[in-house]
C-alpha cells in the first residue's frame, strides 16, 4: 500500500484552510473561486477516470463517481429539491454556515420579526433602500435602516456560505470516494520471478 507523503497532508492541510477562508468570507469572488476548482476537479476526475493507468483507475473512478453525484445531488434544483434534506452533508454545510456568519444583533426597539410592524419597517427599508429617499412615505424613521443593511448582507453571505459549502462537499466527498476506490480496487500482479540461466 502508497503511504501518503508530507506534500500531500499539506496539500489537504492547504485545501481545508482555503475553504475555511471560503466560507468564512463568503462573497461573489471566493463563490467563483470554488465554483471554478469544483468544476476543474469534475472535469480532471473524470479525465483521470478514462485515461490514468489500469492500477490507478480505481482511485480516478471513485473520485469522478462521488464527486460527479455529489455535484449533481448539491447542485441541480429539482434533483437538490427531493433529496437533500435528508442528507447529513446539508445539516453540516447548514451548521458550518450558521456557525460563521454571524447574524447582527436586533436593535432596541425593535419589534420582533413575527409582528406586522417589523414586515412594515423591513419592507420600508428595501422600497427606500430601492427606489431612493424621495420613495420614504411620510413619517420615514431610518432608525433602523443600518440594522436592515447589515441583516441583507448576512442574508446575502449566508447563502454564499451555504453554496461554497456545497462545493466543498462535493470536492471532499470525491476524496472520500478515490480512498474508497483505492481500497476495493484490485491489488496490483505479483511481479513474475525472475529466471536464471540453467
Known sequence: MKRVTIGQVLGLIGLFAVGLAALRAATVPWYVAIHSLTLVALLVGLLGAIVRPRDR?????????FVWASFLVLQVGEIQAAIEPTLLVSEFVDGASRALQRRPASPPGLPPESSP???ILYGTYRLVKSNGPAAAPPGYDPAFDAYFAALDDFNERSEYATSIGRLL???LLGLVGALLGRALGPRGEPAAPVRTGG
Open 169 to 171: 462537499s462535493c470536492l
Open 117 to 119: 410592524r417589523y414586515s
Open 57 to 65: 483507475r480505481p482511485a480516478w473512478v471513485g473520485f469522478a463517481l
